[in-house]
């Protein structure tokens, strides 16, 4: 009698390794006068396992340039924003013959000098950012104009900050951010020179991280990562050192998910080492590689009463593999031994 066929695993990953996990159907024995051997059963061993492996991370750059001097006139007195300092509204920058300049973060930028009376877009975004930094405006409605109340808060800033007590909301003092916050580069002015004129750069431009590509050497056209495996609550993540982002922000180029990977590597660096994994372990099952019977639907494992279940192969090594799928109590060790015909997928 002749076995009907005979299915060997090559599997070229460790034990937790996912990948493409070659099946090559081999030719089957010719068994002479030999009787199919009685049916081995065991149960397949259930782990948890996060299925990480190690990936490379090709990082793309582009220089970022940071905020640009407001145009107070004098000598820098003093610089308060280094290389790496996140400038948050508020947060002082440097000092012009005393008078601090600041941070300003509002969606409209000042462009005057505000005065009681005044009004428009640049009032409505004076009178917001002093409110945000406790000073008191009034009660006030979009386009009234700098009444009392406001015009006391621009002096109360003033004396807080050391500036000329003019009357005026002078945004020659204010660093406007376009932004909540920024972290800037090395400072291009030191204590004792001129302040820079308006419109000029205040720091080195800054490195931002604006693409990432996961390279995955078991797994170079990201099959196994399509394959059903991640759910809702079972996510694929990119670990560079204790920092998880979620794989899929990854790829779409979130800002977010960028910002989470700058903040992990050398900023500039070409390249980093991660791990890829699931955001939590995935029940899975070790089984013996002869139990695996290959057909028209797939891979699939065979019960004591020749009922089949299709599962899906995610790693393994010599002798067993681990697969993802919900696994009879007990199957056959030795299907293709056990019977002539043994059940197709």
Do not use: K
Not at 244 to 261: K, N, R, W
């Amino acid at each position: 009698m002749r076995v009907a066929g005979c299915v060997a695993l090559a599997v070229a990953a460790a034990a937790a390794a996912v990948g493409a996990v070659a099946l090559t159907r081999l030719p089957s024995p010719d068994l002479g006068e030999f009787d199919p051997v009685e049916p081995i059963v065991a149960a397949p061993v259930e782990i948890e396992d996060d299925l990480a492996r190690p990936v490379d991370l090709e990082l793309t750059w582009t220089p970022l340039a940071g905020p640009v001097s407001p145009g107070a006139s004098g000598v820098i007195t003093d610089w308060f924003a280094n290389e790496g300092t996140r400038l948050e509204h508020g947060s002082p920058v440097y000092a012009v013959d005393g008078g601090v300049v600041s941070a300003f973060a509002t969606p409209t930028p000042l462009w005057r000098a505000l005065a009681r009376g005044d009004r428009g877009a640049d009032v409505d975004a004076a009178a917001a950012g002093l409110e945000a930094l406790g000073y008191e405006v009034g009660s006030r409605a979009p386009g009234d104009p700098v009444g009392r109340r406001l015009a006391d808060a621009f002096r109360e800033y003033a004396d807080d900050h050391g500036l000329p007590r003019t009357g005026v909301f002078d945004p020659a003092y204010l660093v406007w951010l376009g932004t909540p916050d920024v972290v800037v580069g090395a400072p291009l002015y030191r204590i004792g020179q001129p302040a820079p004129p308006a419109g000029v750069d205040l720091f080195a431009p800054v490195p931002r991280l604006t693409a990432v590509q996961v390279r995955d050497a078991q797994d170079p056209a990201g099959g196994s990562r399509d394959s059903g495996l991640a759910t809702d609550e079972q996510a694929w993540v990119v670990r560079v050192g204790e920092t998880a982002v979620p794989l899929d922000l990854l790829g779409e180029g979130a800002p977010e998910a960028l910002e989470e990977v700058a903040g992990a590597v050398p900023a500039g660096a070409p390249s980093a080492e991660a791990v890829l994994a699931l955001s939590r372990p995935r029940t899975l099952q070790i089984v013996p590689s002869a139990a695996l019977v290959e057909g028209p639907a797939g891979v699939c494992v065979v019960a004591p009463d020749r009922r089949t279940t299709t599962v899906r192969i995610v790693g393994g090594s010599i002798g067993q593999v681990l697969v993802d799928g919900e696994l009879p109590d007990r199957l056959v060790v030795n299907p293709h031994l056990a019977w002539l015909e043994p059940p197709a997928c």
